[in-house]
Nanobody, 113 residues
Framework: VQLQASGGGLVQAGESLRLSCVVS????????WAWYRQASGKQRELVAQ???????DYADSVKGRFTISRDNAKNTVYLQINSAKPEDTAVYYC????????WGQGTQVTVSS
C-alpha cells in the first residue's frame, strides 16, 4: 500500500485547510480509511475515520471542526480542517483504521496563534 498525503502548511488559528491522501496498491473502495496525527514528542493518534459506506467518526478533540471524506473514483481521502487551533499542529497521515500499513511521510500542519 502506498499512501501520499499532501495539503499541509502554515495557517493562523481560526483558518482552514484541506488535506488529501492518494492511496494506491490496494482495494481502496472496499476499505475504511483514517487520518492520524502525531505532534512533536507525542504518540500518534487517530483523529477521523470513514467507512466504505461513508460513515464517519471523530476524536472528541476535533469533532465539529474536522470533516473526513472520500472520493472512490480518485482513490483519495480528504480531511477538511476548519477553525484550526495551535494544538492541531502535527504531522498528519492517512492509513487504515485497523492494522495500519507503512506510514509514509505524512504532511505537516502548523497552526500559529
Amino acid at each position: 500500500v502506498q499512501l501520499q498525503a499532501s495539503g499541509g502548511g502554515l495557517v493562523q488559528a481560526g483558518e482552514s485547510l484541506r488535506l488529501s491522501c492518494v492511496v494506491s496498491g490496494t482495494f481502496f473502495t472496499i476499505r475504511a480509511w483514517a487520518w492520524y496525527r502525531q505532534a512533536s514528542g507525542k504518540q500518534r493518534e487517530l483523529v477521523a475515520q470513514i467507512t466504505s459506506g461513508g460513515g464517519t467518526d471523530y476524536a472528541d478533540s476535533v469533532k465539529g471542526r474536522f470533516t473526513i471524506s472520500r472520493d472512490n473514483a480518485k482513490n483519495t481521502v480528504y480531511l477538511q480542517i476548519n477553525s484550526a487551533k495551535p494544538e492541531d499542529t502535527a504531522v498528519y497521515y492517512c492509513n487504515l483504521p485497523v492494522r495500519p500499513k507503512d506510514w509514509g511521510q505524512g504532511t505537516q500542519v502548523t497552526v500559529s496563534s
